[in-house]
């Protein structure tokens, strides 16, 4: 499985972004994509997944931080699998990551240890 993450950027608080992460090479047709983020000096952490089975969005899960600020959408058939953020905070500067693991890894705490398939990762940074 191949992911390749994009849309980091530098932005100020309050606002907005978007990341996308483009999917390839799926072997099996019940999978999750993972969104997770790595702040400096921290460990990574489940952002929200979506899963997927036969082509279908099945179910969305968010950890409980994003609060209603983030939203998980796929485009294309689950090829591209997009993060909104809204109201950016200073506290969501990280490297963000997308990563696929079979269906079952997709749940509201979800575990980097479920996913076994990881993009390079893109940095989002939030100015106060």
């Known amino acids: 499985v191949q992911l390749v993450e994009s849309g980091g950027a530098l932005v100020q608080a309050g606002g907005s972004l978007r990341l996308s992460c483009a999917t390839s090479g799926f072997p099996y047709s019940d999978y999750g994509v993972g969104w997770f983020r790595q702040a400096p000096g921290k460990e990574r952490q489940g952002v929200g997944c979506v899963q997927f089975n036969e082509g279908i969005t099945r179910d969305t899960y968010y950890a409980d931080f994003t609060r209603g600020r983030f939203t998980i959408s796929s485009v294309n058939a689950e090829s591209t699998v997009d993060l909104q953020m809204t109201g950016v905070k200073p506290e969501d500067t990280a490297v963000y990551y997308c990563?696929?693991?079979?269906?079952?890894?997709?749940?509201?705490?979800?575990?980097?240890?479920?996913?076994?398939?990881w993009g390079q990762g893109t940095q989002v940074t939030v100015s106060a």
């Open positions: 990563a696929a693991g079979r269906g079952y890894a997709c749940y509201p705490d979800l575990q980097e240890l479920d996913y076994h398939s």
